[in-house]
């Protein structure tokens, strides 16, 4: 829905279900129409949208709503001069931009810089030109809209999914999930390789690959076959072969007479009494 796929999302959120959760509604009548217009490099949707929300807007951070209102003035001065109408454009910008310069300094530059438009607009090669007039113009357009509308209805600029996704993945990602990622490790049998991890998936790995390691200030130990914490009540365990797992993992493990024990990653026994408890300094 957020990368403009409405119909795609209808039929998504018709064949899930999702018709209380979702909100196409609002994305196909209140954006659509706008990015339509600013794709077809018109600005009368997103100046409509604006008037029309003038009131809400107001309760937004005054500099964000009035750069974006800047913007799209300046935008609707280049058009004047594109048309020809040099004269038209003079007195608008008269009309309109003085407000703008007593804003602050950010504010003044931006209006002096886009006055070179009178003159060197006529010239496509002139950076001021590409500037206002190229694609990547549109797509600017685009993207300040989409963040002030997000504000305005209290979404997150990222969709939620994706947030949730990251989050996820930084409570597992370690520097072995990353090596595993990045195919070091053969695959989700190998015997070095946590069991049951989503950041170690090889399904997802090209996209685990762009989540950046988090920065922890502090460290845990979590089982890898009971995914619960490993802390003082359920300390760590070494098997002779150096894989470790909880207390609660290796009782819940050991065969019936309670003497054996099976590596669930190498599939190999080992006596009970090989077992020793790891002391974390």
């Not at 070095?192 to 989503?198: A, F, G, I």
């Not at 685990?208 to 390691?213: A, H, R």
């Amino acid at each position: 829905m957020r990368s403009g796929e409405y119909e795609r999302a209808e039929a998504f959120s018709s064949e899930c279900q999702l018709g209380e959760f979702e909100d196409v509604d609002l994305f196909v009548g209140k954006v659509k129409p706008v990015l339509d217009s600013l794709d077809h490099g018109d600005c009368k949707e997103v100046v409509k949208w604006m008037h029309q929300n003038s009131s809400k807007l107001k309760k937004l951070d005054s500099n964000v709503v009035s750069k974006f209102e800047l913007e799209l003035r300046l935008q609707e001065f280049v058009a004047m001069i594109q048309s020809g109408n040099s004269s038209q454009a003079i007195k608008y910008a008269q009309d309109t931009f003085l407000p703008y310069t007593e804003m602050g300094e950010a504010f003044a530059a931006r209006v002096k810089h886009a006055m070179g438009c009178l003159v060197f607009l006529g010239l496509k090669d002139s950076p001021l030109s590409q500037e206002f007039t190229g694609k990547d113009r549109w797509e600017f357009l685009k993207g300040e809209f989409l963040k002030l509308f997000y504000s305005l209805y209290g979404l997150t600029q990222e969709p939620l999914l994706e947030i949730s996704v990251v989050a996820g993945l930084h409570a597992l990602l370690t520097p072995t999930c990353q090596r595993a990622a990045c195919g070091m490790l053969p695959d989700a049998t190998n015997a070095h390789q946590p069991l049951e991890c989503p950041a170690c998936s090889q399904d997802v790995r090209e996209a685990i690959l762009q989540v950046p390691l988090p920065i922890r200030s502090t460290s845990s130990l979590v089982c890898p076959i009971t995914r619960a914490p490993i802390d003082e009540s359920n300390y760590p365990m070494a098997l002779p072969n150096g894989q470790v797992y909880s207390k609660k993992a290796i009782d819940q493990g050991t065969s019936m007479d309670h003497s054996t024990f099976t590596d669930p990653r190498s599939g190999e026994t080992f006596d009970v009494t090989s077992i020793r408890r790891v002391y974390i300094m």
